[in-house]
């Protein structure tokens, strides 16, 4: 397992970096979603045009190299169809061989995935409403991936469409998050859309990529939080020293760094097993998704409470950062989710091996 | 050892219970966490119960009549808080005046200063405490504020942050710094200042739940009469957070009786969701009673030395065990919701998002008041008697 990264990835991460902290100040977000201002929403539309569209294609390179870039997107809190356009819809639209999928390709169309029904599952359904349609009323189509009132049980199938998101029915059901919309969205028959199939086991597959770089967009807020934090406490002073001297701090801060390393490493495992086309790479998506989801939302609560009384207000940004981590986790499967999965599958084998 | 306690104290509880059910407003029910911590303004209902409380004799029962109590003894006052913190019923909005303020006027201040402790008490006064500075959070004595006499008055000069209700308060209960050259405990006075004298600005701050509950409040050469100056010129150290001393016994029983609440909530709520069966999640929700359990017991041991006079380490530990357990009672409320743990929306979401609101409310609970590291320090040195570093 090698986990240097080639001189062009550390360029594409740096170069990330460098875009990020550049052209996405947290103002940006704030004034679209936060403390919303005339002018903030086509702000920060505008910077998602200018500097984020040519990314999008990201979802057709390595999922190594998508990791690297999303990771840095996380760091910075963002209100863009980033994620949803490349990472969720991109790569099902290109799994049926769709031919919207150049176009959300190069940048012209962006895009979400209208899937999970009532239960809250990313898994095909036939339910007539589709629950947690990421940044909805950010997109130019949807995607649905619905399987006609059947259930689909593995070897199923569930069919592809899209429709312009301005032709849907859909209600933005607010969450923590507000930077990332969520909607309901009421099924809509395909239209001149000509529907195309995708079996459970390749959509599992899809979704596999979608889960691992969002894992690595988490591991990125988490480690904004830790770096804020760590700057934070070397230089607030109480009783003459600083607080990042005081063991009761320390003790707490490397306990939670060492969770995201190795969060951050279990990430970027998965990513290499999913480029590879590893037999490991389900294991080691539910692997990385909940140890980046529990990294992030515990790093979240540790920077609040090293922050002490500044971290709880709301001009400061570690709210943004917590509001992230905590609705992020809860996409595409909470831990308890992916722990579930894993159960099913470590269990599954063991009966088989006796 | 006994279960229960003797029939006179049990009548005291049925004619509270009785006056709670006849009175208790409707907005005081229902055991949202969010009263009291995350308010951005008085409302009239809160103010009305409040001076209700009072004027039965209901709102500190330790106190005599006039000042809104009963001449409850520590039991009493024990019951008080069991039956008030069952039902998730707050006494008023904002503790800062009759936990700290009326407490510490009655107990410091001039003959003028204690007449407006009842005001304080029955909240015709709201009052805001200006302990925090930027530079003095959980190292008070390092508070700058100063206050400079000039014989009649005094000039005060800095800046307060995180004031509780500074934007509704008349009146602000101000540590300041009185003698500079005194070692950093011995130079710090109380005044009382009212909000509206010349030279005091507030800028509101709201919490990450976006609520305005707290502020920054400037003081810019804002001149007080000498006579607002509370105990003891420098010896202000003294008059440090609440004296509510007949209740100390029993001010763990909130913590508690909340976290009860919350645990039959969650049970119902798993069971609401489909989730009753659930192994992993009745394990959690089980341990979680066990947690509960044992620290209100815990809370029971500590009034018995309590009562008796003696001091009770116990309740060192109960601000920081309840606050922190607190916190994962409410995560374990959105973590239920499983995908649907982050929905705030107050059409759809699961109890119109209380688990997701009293969450974000709860990650106060572990730095206002003292943070949980502070907290680990006084056991540490006052409980355990380690030596400090
Ligand atoms: C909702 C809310 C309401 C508030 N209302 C009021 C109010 O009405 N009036 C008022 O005066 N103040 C109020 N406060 C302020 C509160 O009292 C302070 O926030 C608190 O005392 C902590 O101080 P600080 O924020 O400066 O944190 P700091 O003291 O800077 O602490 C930062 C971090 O360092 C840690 N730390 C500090 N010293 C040590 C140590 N010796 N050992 C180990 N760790 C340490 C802390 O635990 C914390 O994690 C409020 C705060 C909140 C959040």
Redesign the interface.
């Known amino acids: 397992m090698d986990f240097s990264l080639t001189p062009e990835q550390e360029m594409l991460r740096d170069t990330a970096s460098a875009l990020f902290s550049r052209e996405f100040p947290s103002s940006l977000v704030r004034d679209a979603c936060y403390d919303p201002v005339t002018g903030g929403a086509s702000a920060a539309e505008a910077a998602f045009d200018r500097h984020l569209r040519p990314w999008i294609s990201m979802g057709d390179e390595s999922v190594v190299d998508q990791c690297l870039f999303m990771e840095e997107a996380g760091a910075a809190i963002t209100t863009a169809p980033l994620w949803s356009s490349s990472a969720l819809a991109l790569p099902v639209l290109r799994a049926v061989n769709h031919p919207d999928a150049d176009r959300v390709a190069d940048g012209s169309l962006t895009a979400t995935v209208a899937l999970?029904g009532s239960a809250?599952?990313w898994r095909a359904n036939g339910d007539v409403l589709k629950?947690?349609v990421t940044d909805f009323g950010l997109v130019d189509i949807v995607v649905f991936v619905d399987a006609d009132g059947e259930s689909v049980d593995s070897g199923g199938e569930a069919h592809v469409w899209v429709v312009p998101a301005g032709d849907l029915q859909a209600r933005v059901?607010?969450?923590?998050?507000l930077a990332r919309p969520?909607a309901?969205v009421t099924r809509r028959p395909p239209g001149d859309d000509q529907p195309l199939t995708i079996t459970e086991g390749d959509l599992g597959s899809v979704l596999e990529r979608a889960t691992v770089v969002l894992a690595a967009e988490m591991v990125g807020t988490a480690r904004w939080l830790k770096e804020t934090t760590i700057e934070y406490v070397s230089t607030r002073?109480?009783?003459?020293k600083p607080?990042g001297s005081?063991?009761?701090?320390q003790w707490k801060l490397v306990d939670a760094s060492l969770e995201l390393e190795k969060a951050g490493a279990a990430v970027y495992y998965a990513a290499m097993c999913i480029d590879a086309d590893d037999p490991d790479r389900h294991r080691a998506t539910h692997v990385a998704k909940s140890a980046a989801g529990a990294t992030a939302r515990r790093w979240a609560?540790d920077a609040?409470?090293a922050h002490?009384?500044i971290?709880?207000?709301?001009?400061h940004d570690?709210?943004l950062y917590?509001?992230r981590a905590?609705?992020a986790?809860?996409?595409l499967?909470?831990s308890?989710?992916h722990m579930e999965q894993l159960a099913l599958d470590l269990f599954q084998s063991q009966g088989q091996r006796v | 050892m006994k279960l229960g306690w003797d029939s006179e104290h049990e009548l005291f509880r049925s004619e509270l219970v009785s006056f709670l059910q006849t009175h208790a407003p409707p907005e005081a029910l229902g055991g949202r966490d969010l009263i009291g911590t995350d308010t951005g303004d008085i409302p009239q209902w809160a103010r009305r119960w409040q001076a209700e409380l009072f004027d039965n004799g209901w709102m500190v029962p330790a106190y005599p009549p006039e000042l809104g109590g009963r001449d409850a003894d520590p039991l009493e006052c024990l019951i008080y808080a069991e039956e008030l913190g069952r039902r998730g019923i707050p006494r008023s909005v904002h503790f800062g005046g009759y936990a700290i303020v009326g407490p510490s006027l009655l107990e410091f201040g001039s003959e003028d200063q204690k007449a407006m402790a009842p005001a304080a008490i029955r909240g015709d006064t709201i009052w805001c405490v200006g302990m925090?500075e930027p530079?003095a959070?959980?190292?008070l004595a390092?508070l700058s504020t100063s206050a400079v006499s000039d014989g009649d008055s005094f000039v005060v000069n800095g800046q307060k942050?995180?004031t509780s209700y500074a934007l509704h308060a008349e009146q602000c209960f101000c540590y300041v710094r009185t003698d500079p050259d005194a070692p950093r405990h011995k130079g710090i006075s109380v005044l009382t200042v009212a909000m509206d004298t010349p030279g005091v600005t507030v800028r509101p701050?709201?919490?990450?739940t976006?609520s305005a509950e707290f502020a920054e409040v400037f003081f810019d050469d804002v001149l007080v009469p000498v006579e607002n100056l509370v105990g003891e010129l420098h010896g202000g150290w003294r008059i440090t957070m609440g004296s509510l001393a007949h209740e100390r016994g029993g001010l763990w029983v909130d913590g508690v009786a909340s976290a009860e609440r919350a645990i039959s909530d969650l049970v119902e709520l798993s069971i609401s969701l489909g989730r009753g069966s659930d192994p992993?999640l009745r394990r959690q929700l089980t341990e979680l009673y066990v947690e509960v359990q044992s620290l209100r017991a815990l809370g029971y041991k500590g009034f018995a030395s309590f009562a008796q006079g003696s001091s009770a380490p116990e309740h060192s530990y109960m601000k920081l065990a309840s606050s922190e357990l607190r916190?994962r009672l409410y995560e374990t409320g959105?973590?239920i919701q499983?995908?649907?743990?982050?929905?705030?929306?107050?059409a759809?979401a699961v109890e119109a998002g209380r688990w997701?609101h009293s969450w974000q409310v709860s990650?106060?609970a572990?730095?206002?008041g003292g943070?949980?590291?502070i907290q680990?320090?006084v056991v540490a040195s006052r409980v355990l008697g380690l030596p400090r570093?």
């Open positions: 999970a809250g599952e629950v947690l059901v607010e969450n923590m998050d969520l309901e002073e109480q009783f003459g607080v005081f063991q009761g701090l609560k609040m409470q002490g009384g971290g709880y207000t709301w001009e570690l709210h917590l509001r905590n609705a986790d809860r996409l499967g909470d308890a989710w | 925090s530079d959070g959980s190292d390092n942050v995180w701050l709201r919490h990450i976006g992993v916190q959105m973590d499983g995908s649907f743990g982050s929905i705030t929306d107050d759809v997701q990650l106060a572990t730095i206002g943070t949980s590291e680990r320090n570093g």
